[in-house]
């Protein structure tokens, strides 16, 4: 199996710990190190117009990490919104699970504790969402024009 990770270069530090947990994740699970590419792009916003060539070059999923914190303006609210918003329509569009990892926090403490600490990785639970999608399409597809 091929994977993608897209990861959003804004809040690195943050996003840095999102990507080891995805590909910690999928190495777990058995997946191979070079099956792996990682795919940065400046931002949240980007990362739906990158996932969807990623997608497009045969992996069999896309995980896409990112980190959108809250601040004193609205921009928040555009950018997470764009993100989640893109990447859904991939998912829903594409014919390739795309896997949502983008943390959008009200603090930077809230972003720590879902980037490995206490409230786990949710780049290693968006690689995780990914496998379970890979095997759920393989066996839908299974079925597909089968007598039971
Ligand atoms: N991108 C993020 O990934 N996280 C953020 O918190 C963020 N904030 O706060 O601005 C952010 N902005 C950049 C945006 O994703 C685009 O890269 C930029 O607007 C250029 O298109």
């Not at 993608?4 to 777990?28: C, M, P, Q, Y």
């Not at 639970?125 to 839908?140: C, K, P, S, T, Y």
Request: charged share 20%; glycine share 12%.
């Amino acid at each position: 199996m091929k994977f993608g990770i897209v990861a959003g270069r804004f809040n690195a530090f943050i996003v840095d710990h999102l990507v080891t947990g995805a590909v910690d994740a999928l190495t777990r699970a058995g997946a191979q190190a070079a099956d792996i590419t990682v795919y940065r792009c400046p931002g949240a916003f980007e990362i739906p117009q990158v996932a969807r060539r990623v997608a497009a070059t045969g992996v069999d999923a896309v995980v896409c990490v990112g980190c959108v914190i809250r601040g004193a303006t609205p921009h928040f609210d555009y950018v997470a919104g764009e993100a989640a918003r893109g990447i859904g329509e991939l998912a829903r569009t594409l014919d390739v699970p795309i896997t949502f990892g983008v943390l959008t926090t009200l603090s930077i403490e809230q972003a720590i504790e879902r980037a490995g600490t206490k409230a786990g990785n949710k780049g290693a639970d968006a690689a995780l969402a990914a496998l379970e999608m890979v095997a759920l399409f393989r066996a839908i597809g299974r079925r597909k024009g089968s007598q039971g």
